[in-house]
C-alpha cells in the first residue's frame, strides 16, 4: 500500500513555463514534506521541504505548497529550465522528535524542452 | 566532505553468487538507510539503522538479504543467493538529524 502516490509518470513543460508536480499521501502522521531531484546515474538529491506547520515554502524558482485537509503537495518550478529535466520525487515522513525514514512515491519524470 | 560513498556503482555477477554492497556515510551521520529503486516500485526502505544498531528491517523482501553495520563508518547489505529479480539500484543514505537524508550515488545490480 502506497503510502505516498505520485500519479503522473511523466511531464513534458516547455522551456520557461510552469512546471507543476504533484503528490498525494495517505498517512496523517506524517508531519515533513521532501522533494529530490534525481538525474541519470545518480543518487536522489534533496531540493526543498516543508514542515506540516506551514502551507507554502520558496526557495528560488522553486516553491511547495502543502494543503493538509486534501493530503497533497505539489512542486511549482518556474521558470522551467531545460537543467530541470529529471525525476522528481516526494517523500514524507514523521520528525515531529527522532529520525525516521523517508517514505518515497514513484517519482515523475519532467522534460523540459528548449 | 566527500558525500556517502558506494561502492561498486556497477554490479554484474551471476544467479546463485553472493553479492555485497557497500557504503560509507558521511561523517558524524548517525542514522543510514538502505534503498532499492525499481521501475515498479520507485524507492523503498530496506532496512536501517540509528547508531550502528537495526531499527526496522521490515523491507527486506527475504531472508536472502542481510545488512550489517560494524561501526558508523562502514554498512554492508548482502545478497545471498542472489536472484534475477534483485536487480535494481541500491542507494545508501545517511543523516543526522530529522530533515533531509543524503544519498549516494547507488550501486546498479544486474544479476543474470
Known amino acids: 500500500d502506497q503510502q505516498v502516490k505520485q500519479n503522473s509518470p511523466s511531464l513534458s513543460v516547455q522551456e520557461g513555463r510552469i512546471s507543476i508536480l504533484n503528490c498525494d499521501y495517505t498517512?496523517?502522521?506524517?508531519?515533513?514534506f521532501l522533494w529530490y531531484k534525481k538525474y541519470p546515474a545518480e543518487g536522489p538529491t534533496f531540493l526543498i521541504s516543508i514542515s506540516s506547520i506551514k502551507d507554502k515554502n520558496e526557495d528560488g524558482r522553486f516553491t511547495v505548497f502543502l494543503n493538509k485537509s486534501a493530503k497533497h503537495l505539489s512542486l511549482h518550478i518556474v521558470p522551467s529550465q531545460p537543467g530541470d529535466s529529471a525525476v522528481y520525487f516526494c517523500a514524507a515522513s514523521r520528525k515531529l522528535i527522532k529520525v525516521t525514514p523517508l517514505v518515497f512515491g514513484k517519482g515523475t519524470r519532467l522534460s523540459v524542452i528548449a | 566532505d566527500a558525500g556517502v560513498i558506494q561502492s561498486p556503482r556497477h554490479e554484474v555477477t551471476e544467479m546463485g553468487q553472493e553479492v555485497t554492497l557497500r557504503c560509507k556515510p558521511i561523517s558524524g551521520h548517525n542514522s543510514l538507510f538502505w534503498y532499492r529503486q525499481t521501475m515498479m516500485r520507485g524507492l523503498e526502505l530496506l532496512i536501517y539503522?540509528?547508531?550502528?544498531?537495526?531499527?526496522?528491517d521490515s523491507g527486506m523482501p527475504e531472508d536472502r538479504f542481510s545488512a550489517k553495520m560494524p561501526n558508523a563508518s562502514f554498512s554492508t547489505l548482502k545478497i545471498q543467493p542472489s536472484e534475477p529479480r534483485d536487480s535494481a539500484v541500491y542507494f545508501c543514505a545517511s543523516t543526522s538529524r530529522p530533515t533531509e537524508a543524503f544519498f549516494g550515488q547507488g550501486t546498479r545490480l544486474t544479476v543474470v
Open positions: 539503522f540509528n547508531n550502528n544498531v537495526p531499527i526496522d
Open positions: 498517512n496523517s502522521m506524517f508531519d515533513y
